[in-house]
């Protein structure tokens, strides 16, 4: 959903019926806030997501030490109410999509992990799997390891998975394949975005850029993957055009694999 968040953050309804439509049958969510999905109720998104044929199996929403009760060194109500909301709608797939800057140092990733664990723990006694989405700025080094690398060997593996994003692993001047082979077992989604042969580098609709998709899907390390989901941040034509070209392109490569 974060694809097309300018049309999405308009019209959810609509947007969502238009995704349907195009043959999506599943989406991952974003736009949480105080209780509410894109200002609806978890039972009123819910009704909604079945009344336009979807379902959001996974979402985005962010997780840091506001979530944290110090004093009893667990998750407070207000994260456990997250947990619960997002439940209620059938995600199965929590993702944290980032790290605040100001939290990228060792000790304070640390603390961070402790936190993760502990609400990946609060998520799996509700049926939902907890995880971590990557950005370029995960493969910086702090104390001469990556973040990336902090954050998943500070985890436990069976309470926080990696949502892999492609894109900004290649970004990050990554190989993928390396960390996909590296971590298998704990990647679980993918975040399919292609990349621009431009000096920017900017995302493109998948299938129309640089990143081989069929390749990377094929590799031993891919093989616990549940989720291939389409992400644009960047638009050749539209966002609700570029996802509908980015569909069709997916279900072809995902054919061959």
Not at 42 to 57: E, H, S, T
Not at 85 to 93: L, N, P, W
């Amino acid at each position: 959903m974060w694809s097309v968040r300018d049309a999405a953050d308009k019209d959810p309804r609509g947007t969502l019926e238009k995704l349907s439509g195009m043959g999506y049958s599943e989406v991952e969510g974003y736009k949480y806030d105080n209780g509410l999905f894109y200002a609806y109720s978890p039972d009123a998104f819910k009704k909604l997501l079945k009344d336009v044929d979807l379902r959001m199996p996974s979402a985005h929403t962010g997780i840091s030490i506001k979530h944290w009760d110090s004093s009893t060194r667990t998750i407070n109500d207000l994260a456990k109410k997250i947990i619960d909301d997002h439940a209620a709608i059938g995600v199965k797939q929590l993702i944290c999509p980032s790290i605040d800057e100001d939290w990228r140092t060792a000790e304070h990733l640390k603390q961070l992990c402790e936190v993760f664990n502990h609400f990946g723990e609060a998520c799996k006694k509700s049926g939902i799997q907890f995880g971590y989405h990557n950005h370029d700025n995960d493969f910086k080094k702090v104390e001469n390891k990556f973040i990336i690398d902090l954050v998943l060997q500070q985890t436990d593996p069976t309470l926080v998975i990696w949502e892999m994003d492609l894109y900004w692993v290649k970004y990050a001047n990554e190989d993928p394949a390396k960390w996909i082979n590296q971590y298998g077992e704990r990647i679980h989604a993918f975040h399919v975005k292609d990349m621009a042969d431009t000096t920017r580098r900017e995302s493109v609709e998948v299938g129309e850029g640089t990143i081989n998709f069929e390749t990377l899907f094929k590799l031993p390390g891919a093989s616990k993957v549940i989720y291939y989901i389409v992400e644009l941040e960047d638009y050749r034509t539209t966002s609700m055009e570029g996802v509908d070209i980015s569909l069709h392109h997916l279900k072809k490569i995902l054919a061959k694999v």
